[in-house]
């Protein structure tokens, strides 16, 4: 293959790669950000306790999460074509990583809206601050650097999984890895696909803990 | 004048613990003069913080009222509370400022849950942290200010919103002694000069001496005695109260001087300020011994309890005695144990 070829085929390999990825990443959160809220708020020792539905939101979020990806995506395939039109692709690895990752992300956002001291929480309520003022203003403002660290990982997780759905006929670099130094036999192309998602997981890495650093205000 | 601002009328808490019912709080009946700065003391585990938080509702009693401004809070909205509370402002032991804001932004916080505008936020914030002399700090982080600081943004925070009361739940236990003066003499301060009234939790005696007027003391969730703490200090009928005002006791004071003739004699800030012993024993040209003084400055007078023997010529001890009563101090005779003649 000639290096013209070989980086025309990487580039949109990576194109690909990260338009999942951040697709992806972003519906999770959209998904999963007031899933994660409403774990946290509907808890016994939460600002608005609801037994029954933090049970029942819960159990699903467990359940999704304890499914391989991989199996998750096979057995979302059919009903992805039905919804889509194609089974295969980066649109239908999209939406499987999106089913995958949002109770993922719920889970991460639940984990740092724990972090918040309660006793802030109990200020606000005792000046007389709403649920939602206390979600949006308290809760979501003083967990900001856990959660921004905690998308970092979101995102290295979801690049992960959809370089996994490459085995599948997903897209991406890991479509290429798997093509290439599997089928094609040509074990330098995967190599140099392994390396670029390496450096891509350093950058997201480094990104994701400088802007939380920078927006942590608790240590100058 | 002195109208009553906040009402607890036959309050009782329980909560449901794996471990059974704890009664936190029982059949609680507590009147708060407005302007008044009103202490509860008692031990940890009394419920005093449970009390105090029944006051803006962040506790919901189990029976009884809670009155506010003559409303009863109970029967509010979740909305209709939440305005109420602006009116409620409450400081803590642990501060509980938003890490994530500067001082300004803290003190603003308030301002901006009730929806006034950034600009008259933010000058009022200015005005407030001049108040509390931390207008240089503005800027900082929670995370760079020392606990003093941290509870001055506090009560900058608290006296944003205009309240009618602050509530302090042990606002100075996480301070050091120099740093616990100089944030109750801001309290005080508050307190006369805007009128606000102060709620104060506290398990040390001091707290209370340097800034109350009334004070209740709770044990096991009960009050067991209220009043003028003036008054209290110098006559406390409860074991809790006496424990509490004279921890070390008067059992020490025993021994030779068994068969004489002894008094405590209580200043209540009156005559303290004459040396009234002195001249006794100077008149009646008869020495005194003195077993036990706890002289105390409560609210900028002396105070304090003194347990002197008188001599033990019957006669002079009369004369000691009327000499007292002539100048006016308050004494009681103490049981002396194991007399023999
Ligand atoms: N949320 C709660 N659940 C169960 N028990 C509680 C709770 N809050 C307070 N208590 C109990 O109520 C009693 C009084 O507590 P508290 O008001 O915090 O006392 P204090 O502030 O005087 O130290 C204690 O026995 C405490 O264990
Ligand atoms: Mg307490």
Request: net charge neutral.
């Amino acid at each position: 293959m000639e290096t013209s070829q070989l980086i025309g085929l990487l580039g949109e390999g990576l194109v690909q790669t990260l338009y999942m990825t951040l697709v992806a990443t972003f519906v999770s959160y959209v998904i999963g950000l007031p899933i994660g809220v409403s774990l946290i708020v509907t808890s016994s020792n939460g600002i608005k306790p609801v037994g029954w539905y933090n049970k029942i939101m819960g159990f699903i979020v467990n359940v999704v999460r304890s499914v391989p990806f991989l199996i998750l995506m096979i057995a979302l395939m059919p009903y992805i074509r039905k919804i889509i039109g194609t089974g295969i692709g980066t649109s239908a690895t999209t939406a499987a990583l999106i089913v995958a990752a949002a109770p993922f992300v719920a889970r991460m956002v639940e984990q740092s809206l724990l972090e918040v001291d309660a006793g802030v929480i109990e200020a606000a309520q005792s000046m007389g601050a709403s649920n939602m003022q206390i979600i949006r203003k308290v809760m979501l403002l003083e967990a900001r650097p856990s959660l921004l660290n905690g998308a970092a990982v979101a995102t290295i997780t979801i690049l992960g999984y959809s370089a996994m759905a490459g085995s599948i006929g997903g897209g991406g670099l890991g479509d290429i890895a798997i093509r290439y130094g599997l089928y094609r036999f040509q074990p330098a192309i995967m190599w140099i696909t392994v390396i670029v998602l390496v450096i891509l997981v350093q950058i997201m890495q480094e990104i994701g803990l400088k802007i939380a650093a920078k927006l942590d205000n608790r240590i100058n | 004048m002195s109208d009553t601002i906040i009402s607890l009328q036959g309050v009782t808490k329980e909560f449901e613990t794996k471990s059974g019912k704890v009664v936190a709080l029982k059949d609680i009946n507590l009147d708060i003069k407005a302007g008044d700065a009103y202490g509860i003391i008692g031990l940890s585990g009394a419920g005093k913080s449970t009390l105090v938080r029944t006051i803006n509702l962040l506790e919901t009693p189990t029976e009884g009222k809670v009155i506010f401004d003559g409303e009863n809070l109970m029967s509010l909205k979740q909305s209709e509370l939440n305005q109420k509370r602006h009116k409620i402002s409450m400081i803590f032991q642990q501060f509980n400022l938003l890490m994530q804001r500067d001082a300004i932004g803290n003190v603003c916080f308030p301002l901006e849950l009730a929806g006034v505008p950034k600009k008259e936020a933010e000058a009022k914030a200015m005005e407030l942290l001049k108040v509390v002399d931390l207008e240089e700090r503005a800027h900082s982080y929670p995370s760079q200010l020392s606990g003093g600081q941290k509870q001055r943004v506090a009560i900058a925070r608290a006296l944003a919103s205009d309240p009618e009361v602050i509530l302090c739940d042990e606002a100075t236990s996480a301070l050091d002694p120099k740093t616990t003066r100089a944030i109750l003499a801001l309290l005080k301060k508050i307190n006369e000069e805007r009128g606000i009234t102060l709620v104060v939790i506290t398990h040390e005696m001091d707290v209370i001496k340097q800034i109350c007027k009334d004070v209740a003391i709770i044990e096991s969730g009960e009050i067991v005695e209220k009043g003028d703490v003036q008054e209290i200090f110098a006559h406390p009928k409860t074991p809790a109260a006496k424990k509490l005002f004279f921890p070390d006791g008067q059992k020490e004071l025993t021994g030779k001087t068994s068969t004489k003739s002894r008094l405590r004699l209580v200043f209540d800030g009156k005559d303290a300020h004459k040396p009234i012993i002195s001249r006794m024993i100077m008149e009646l040209k008869a020495p005194v011994n003195f077993l036990y003084a706890d002289m105390d400055v409560v609210d900028g007078v002396q105070k304090g309890t003194m347990v002197i023997c008188l001599s033990d010529d019957p006669e002079i001890a009369e004369k000691q005695r009327a000499f007292l009563i002539k100048e006016d101090v308050v004494f009681t005779e103490l049981e002396v144990e194991g007399e023999v003649e």
